[in-house]
């Protein structure tokens, strides 16, 4: 079936530092990519999105790109912030209407000040 | 747009008692929802899909008497854990999906439910 591996955490960084979240999926057909985001005590947001091979998501300097040929959609933002401390989950939902969405087991961030 | 409630976001009760989450769609309609549940620590566990006007879709493993899901409107599902014990306490957070416009889902606050 569907799913989705990502790199484990915690993750710790300096602020300002560059940060990369790996993330690689299994599925059938032409599945839509996300990231999300939880921070302490909250529900998820959904950070970004793309939808088809190639496609870039983007949102508060957060970028991902949808890599077929790899099966990958690799989380970088190029200096973090304290603010962005928080957990990030990388997920997929299949092509139809009735899917679920499927999610990696989520990585913990730590930004330093 | 797109905004999806929670109530209550925290609730403590007693051992045996039942307690009910809401789940609303307050700009749009929803004509699915679903129920997760995470540990402490890890990712989302689906629990059930919510149709409106029909019974819910539970995934493996999840008691359906247990948690007991109406999805009565195109803006409210509510979950209900009957006869609570302490292995109940998690943090529960709902979607729904917006048909109108796409497939994507839309995340609650959650709730956190602490059985005692």
């Known amino acids: 079936g569907d799913s989705v591996t990502q790199m484990e955490g915690p993750v710790t960084l300096s602020e300002e530092a560059f940060l990369t979240i790996n993330c690689t999926y299994t599925?059938?057909?032409?599945?839509?990519l996300f990231w999300y985001v939880q921070y302490p005590g909250e529900g998820l947001q959904l950070l970004l999105k793309?939808?088809?091979?190639?496609d870039k998501g983007s949102n508060k300097g957060f970028e991902a790109t949808y890599r077929k040929e790899t099966t990958s959609f690799h989380l970088e933002k190029g200096s973090v912030q304290v603010s962005d401390s928080a957990v990030y989950f990388c997920a997929l939902s299949g092509d139809s209407s009735a899917s679920k969405i499927i999610f990696g087991s989520g990585t913990r961030l730590s930004i330093r000040p | 747009g797109a905004v999806v409630s929670q109530h209550p976001s925290r609730v403590i009760c007693k051992s045996g008692t039942s307690v009910k989450i809401e789940c609303r769609s307050l700009d749009f309609q929803a004509t699915t929802m679903f129920w997760y549940r995470q540990f402490p620590k890890q990712s989302l566990m689906l629990m059930a899909t919510s149709n409106e006007g029909s019974k819910a879709t539970y995934e493996q493993g999840v008691e359906k008497d247990k948690f007991l899901i109406n999805h009565a409107s195109l803006t409210l599902s509510t979950l209900t854990v009957t006869s609570a014990h302490p292995e109940d306490s998690s943090f529960y957070i709902c979607?729904?999906?917006?048909?109108?416009?796409?497939?994507?889902?839309?995340f609650g606050p959650g709730t956190r439910l602490t059985v005692t």
């Open positions: 979607s729904a999906r917006d048909q109108q416009f796409s497939y994507e889902q839309y």
């Open positions: 793309a939808t088809k091979a190639d």
């Open positions: 599925a059938t057909g032409y599945p839509s």
